[in-house]
């Protein structure tokens, strides 16, 4: 996809932008939303709200997209800790709001800076226990790359990561 397609489709996703604050604010006073999901949409809505964030909001299209990455990740884990029928239930914008979320998901990242794109998405990490609409909307490469520990007077392993996945796998 072009980025003039990408850029297209983000607008088009943008509008729903305002529909999903009110889902999250919706969310947040649910009973049936588990405590720490209610935490992260209170931080996801603040985060939406207010105009200095990673990219702030007066910057006209671009300053929107990281708010609508951020509330996205969290509906979809939500979606992934419970059942999808809570957030249909509250939703009141055109389309389903599962898949809109899903697309948010996956077009705001190539539009935004990678850095910011890992730090939000490591604000709300997936779950084990969910079905993956988090892992699978947005893959990133991890923001530290942990260095196994040498030991006292072993050879260093020289050979290269992907032969040595390759070589477990």
């Not at 999901?37 to 996801?44: D, I, K, N, S």
């Not at 951020?70 to 059942?83: A, E, G, K, V």
């Not at 998901?105 to 604000?123: E, F, N, Q, Y």
Request: net charge positive; with cysteine.
């Amino acid at each position: 996809m072009s980025k003039s397609q990408l850029k297209s489709r983000m607008k088009n996703l943008l509008m729903f932008l305002p529909n999903m604050i009110i889902l999250c604010a919706k969310l947040m006073v649910d009973s049936r939303v588990p405590r720490t999901e209610r935490a992260l949409f209170a931080g996801a809505l603040i985060y939406a709200i207010i105009p200095f964030d990673f990219i702030p909001d007066m910057i006209p299209f671009v300053g929107q997209i990281d708010d609508l990455f951020l509330i996205s990740l969290t509906i979809l884990r939500l979606i992934d800790r419970t059942d999808d029928r809570i957030v249909r239930e509250h939703w009141r914008g055109g389309g389903d709001i599962v898949a809109l979320a899903e697309s948010a998901a996956t077009v705001a990242p190539l539009l935004i800076p990678r850095r910011i794109s890992r730090v939000l998405m490591s604000k709300v990490k997936p779950t084990a226990e969910g079905a993956g609409l988090l892992v699978n909307a947005s893959k990133f490469e991890p923001l530290l790359v942990e260095v196994p520990e040498r030991i006292p007077g072993q050879k260093p392993d020289h050979t290269s990561r992907s032969t040595r996945d390759a070589k477990s796998a």
